[in-house]
C-alpha cells in the first residue's frame, strides 16, 4: 500500500512540474479587425530586445484545438524547454491555437462505404478564418525589430502538418525552412513550396492520417523541390511525432538555413 502512495505521489509530482515548465510559456494574443488567435511564446533565455532571434511558429493538431490557450503545448511544448535545446538554440517559439469550430487548412474530411474517414485536400482556394488571423499574426511577429528575417521557421504535426504546407504556400517568401510530421496537402500545391528546405515524417502504419500523402508530396518534392528529407517509421502509428521530436538532428538541421 505504502509502494502504491508513493508512486502516486511521485506521478503527480511529475504533472505539477511539468505544468510548471509549461507554464514558462507566456500567454499572448493577436486581434485586429475580424482576425484573432490566441498563442503561447517562449523567449530565449537572459532574452535581449536589442538582440535578433529567430522565430518558429509551431502548429498543434486537432486534438488540442480550444480555447484554453494550453492544450497545444501538449505535444512539442516541452521539446523546447530542455535545458540544452534552449542553451544551443536560442529562438523565439510561438505556438498558436486554433479554436474547435475551425481548421489549419482547407481540408474535405469524408467516409467511404466501409465508414473509414476519407481526407482530401483543396488547391488554392481561400484560406480558412483561423489560417487568415495565423497569417495576420505572423506578419505582426516579423514587424518586430528582435525578429531575424533570415531565421523564421514553421512546423506542425497531424492537422498542424496540414497547415504548415498551407501557410508555407500561401507565405512562402517567409520562411528559411520548415518540419511536417504526418500531414498532407494537394500535390498540385506543391509549386507553391517547392523552394524551402522541408524535412517530412511519418508513421507507416499510421490509421488516422494515411502515410501515402507525406510519401506523395516527398516523392514530388525530390523531383522539383530544392531540399527535402523524408523519415517513414515503418512501426509507428500517428503518435511519429514522439520519434521526430527524438531526432538528434531536428533542430540543428533546421536552424542551419537561412534565407
Known sequence: MKKIILTICILFSVLFLNAQDLKKYDRGSYIKGKDSIYYRILFPENFNPDQKYPIIFFLHGSGERGND????????????????????????????????????ANANFEKDAKGKRKISFVEGGKPTKIMHALQGMVKNFLNKPYINKEQVYVGGLSMGAMGTYELLRRERRKFAAAIAICGGDNTNNIKKYQKIPLWIFHGAKDDVVDPAFSIAIAERLKTVGDEVKFTLYPNANHNSWDSAFAEPELLSWLFSHKK
Not at 540544452?84 to 510561438?94: D, L, Y
Request: a positive charge.
Open 69 to 104: 490557450n494550453a492544450s497545444q503545448l501538449v505535444h512539442g511544448g516541452k521539446l523546447f524547454l530542455k535545458n540544452e535545446v534552449r542553451k544551443n538554440f536560442p529562438a523565439i517559439i510561438v505556438f498558436p491555437q486554433c479554436p474547435s469550430n475551425d481548421f489549419w
